[in-house]
């Protein structure tokens, strides 16, 4: 499966953005699908995730601001953020695991994914 995700760029603290993540490829097989992220510097952040069931999980970090969906129509899973912080600041990515061994809010809060896009920068300014 290939993902493309867009939608990021630079707000002010407190503003909103949606992310999208478009699939393509092998997308008939059921996918756990999420979102991580990365600042420089640092190691892989899991942002949440989102099951066949439509199920959702989040970090503590984001909960309650970020929230996750899914457009099977489209094949397009969106990131809605809301509140951003200056330590929202990173690039973000949507990952896909085939459902298998590993359940869906570990691999979306571990970031275990083995698909993932090139990313999408969110930059949040205080």
């Known amino acids: 499966v290939q993902l493309v995700e867009s939608g990021g760029g630079s707000v002010q603290a407190g503003g909103s953005l949606r992310l999208s993540c478009a699939a393509s490829?092998?997308?008939?097989?059921?996918?756990?699908m999420g979102w991580f992220r990365q600042a420089p510097g640092k190691g892989r952040e899991g942002v949440g995730s989102?099951?066949?069931?439509?199920?959702?999980n989040y970090a503590d970090s984001v909960k309650g601001r970020f929230t996750i969906s899914q457009d099977y129509a489209k094949n397009t899973m969106y990131l809605e953020m809301k509140s951003l912080k200056p330590e929202d600041t990173a690039m973000y990515y949507c990952?896909?695991?085939?459902?298998?061994?590993?359940?869906?809010?570990?691999?979306?809060?571990?970031?275990?994914?083995?698909?993932w896009g090139q990313g999408t920068q969110v930059t949040v300014s205080s």
């Open positions: 990952g896909a695991l085939p459902v298998g061994r590993i359940s869906c809010d570990v691999a979306g809060l571990r970031a275990y994914f083995n698909y």
């Open positions: 490829g092998n997308t008939d097989s059921p996918y756990c």
């Open positions: 989102i099951d066949n069931d439509r199920n959702t």
